[in-house]
C-alpha cells in the first residue's frame, strides 16, 4: 500500500520560504517519478514540478526561478523548496506518484502567504 504524508506548510509572508517535504512509504522510491501539485480554493489541482528516477526535473511556468524539486532516496523523501512565495501561492500542496490506472496522493499541506 503506497502512502504519501505531505509536511512542512504554514503561513509565511510574501517575499519568504518554506520547504515543503513528502515521505513516501509502500513503494521502491528511487524508482519512481515524484510530482507535486496544488490545490487553490475554488481552483482545480494543478501540476507543480515532477522529478524523474534519474533526478530530471521539470517546472511549471508559475513555478520556475522559485521552486526547487528534490529527492533523497535514502529518507524516502521528497522535497518542494519554495523561495519568494506570492500570496498567489496560497494553496493546499500534494505530492504524488502516477501509475496507469490509479493515482495516490498525500493528504496536503496547507501553504498561506499572507502579510
Known amino acids: 500500500q503506497v502512502q504519501l504524508v505531505e509536511s512542512g506548510g504554514g503561513l509565511v509572508q510574501p517575499g519568504g520560504s518554506l520547504r515543503l517535504s513528502c515521505v513516501a512509504s509502500?513503494?521502491?522510491?528511487?524508482?519512481?517519478?515524484m510530482r507535486w501539485y496544488r490545490q487553490a480554493p475554488g481552483k482545480q489541482r494543478e501540476w507543480v514540478a515532477s522529478?524523474?528516477?534519474?533526478?530530471?526535473?521539470n517546472y511549471a511556468d508559475s513555478a520556475k526561478g522559485r521552486f526547487t524539486i528534490s529527492r533523497d532516496n535514502a529518507k524516502n523523501t521528497l522535497y518542494l523548496q519554495m523561495n519568494s512565495l506570492k500570496p498567489e501561492d496560497k494553496a493546499v500542496y500534494y505530492c504524488?506518484?502516477?501509475?496507469?490506472?490509479?493515482?495516490?496522493w498525500g493528504q496536503g499541506t496547507q501553504v498561506t502567504v499572507s502579510s
Open positions: 522529478i524523474t528516477n534519474d533526478e530530471n526535473v
Open positions: 504524488n506518484i502516477a501509475r496507469p490506472i490509479f493515482n495516490y
Open positions: 509502500g513503494t521502491i522510491f528511487s524508482a519512481e517519478t
